[in-house]
């Protein structure tokens, strides 16, 4: 099996900066591609970013210049760093992630976190 663990949510102001962590922990070969999303309340679940195995990134348009991945491949880990967050930033920000597997048969699998909420009020 295998679980995704987040940290790094909380309540901030406007303007400040929050760094989300998404580590894969479990049985697996290696990670395809990692991304975050996120989920206002009485909105659908958005992606905010995601990167690749090859470490090729894709953002939002609401976030691009503000937010940025990184990987710390050693430790199946994945970072957000979020810049400048304003108020319309505020949700529940989800880690997802397919890994390769081989058992019970070969293959990509996908996982959810459980979620972390980041707050962004004055």
């Known amino acids: 099996q295998v679980q995704l663990l987040e940290s790094g949510g909380g309540l901030v102001q406007p303007g400040e900066s929050l760094r989300l962590s998404c580590a894969a922990i479990?049985?697996?070969?290696?990670?395809?591609?990692v991304g975050w999303y996120r989920q206002a309340p009485g909105k659908q679940r958005e992606l905010v970013a995601s990167?690749?195995?090859?470490?090729?990134?894709n953002y939002a348009d609401s976030v691009k210049g503000r937010f940025t991945l990184s990987r710390a491949s050693a430790k199946n880990t994945v970072y957000l760093q979020m810049n400048s967050l304003k108020p319309e930033d505020t949700a529940v920000y989800y880690c997802?992630?397919?890994?390769?597997?081989?058992?019970?048969?070969?293959?990509?699998?996908?996982?959810w976190g459980q979620g972390t909420q980041v707050t962004v009020s004055s």
């Open positions: 990167v690749t195995r090859d470490g090729s990134s």
């Open positions: 997802n992630a397919d890994v390769y597997r081989d058992r019970p048969y070969a293959g990509s699998y996908v996982y």
């Open positions: 479990g049985s697996f070969l290696f990670i395809n591609t």
